[in-house]
């Protein structure tokens, strides 16, 4: 769904929802994690918000522990994020399950295309504002696409041909 610029800032500017929420945020810089989770709590004032930073960590996280979010990005050290992603989507792992992309993740993106995905966002390019809105549209039940990888999901694009053919270990080797 493309959302207007006017209407993500007026959604971030609402105060926290009040629901009590349980967060998974899987992401290999730890302090990006820290970033995404305070992010969160301007969201979900009363958020349970657990934070992985590995791989492995994640995929028995995801297994175990009944997370209402699930925020996952898309490169770890120790094992394959978007692997670890499509199994989180298959199985239905966490009821709302959002990506966070970097510009370098972009080649691998349509991969993606068959994912079930609440939200993919950008965070080379959105603000904070955008993100906090990007949350509060997820809890409302809507997606989210960031306008710049767009492109990339949604929008059929000739130079993506090829890469769409791929198969996620065959698009891993491509970005080593």
């Not at 971030?12 to 945020?25: F, G």
């Not at 990007?134 to 059929?156: F, I």
Request: glycine content about 4%.
């Amino acid at each position: 769904m493309h959302h207007r610029p006017d209407d993500l800032i007026a959604e971030a500017a609402l105060p926290p929802l009040k629901e009590s929420v349980r967060i998974l945020i899987a992401k290999s810089d730890r302090i990006y994690a820290e970033a995404l989770s305070a992010l969160c709590k301007k969201v979900f004032e009363d958020a349970q918000i657990t934070l992985i930073t590995t791989g492995k960590e994640a995929l028995v996280a995801l297994q175990t522990n009944e997370s209402d979010y699930g925020i996952i990005g898309l490169r770890f050290p120790d094992c394959d994020g978007v692997e670890l992603l499509m199994e989180t989507s298959q199985k239905r792992w966490v009821d709302n399950l959002i990506v966070v992309a970097e510009k370098q993740d972009r080649p691998i993106l349509p991969s993606l295309r068959t994912s079930r995905i609440d939200a993919i966002i950008d965070t080379y390019s959105e603000t904070q504002t955008t993100l906090r809105a990007a949350l509060r549209l997820v809890s409302k039940g809507q997606v989210y696409v960031s306008p710049t990888l767009r492109e990339y999901l949604v929008e059929r694009h000739a130079s993506l041909t090829l890469r769409q053919s791929l198969t996620p270990g065959e698009l891993r080797v491509l970005r080593l």
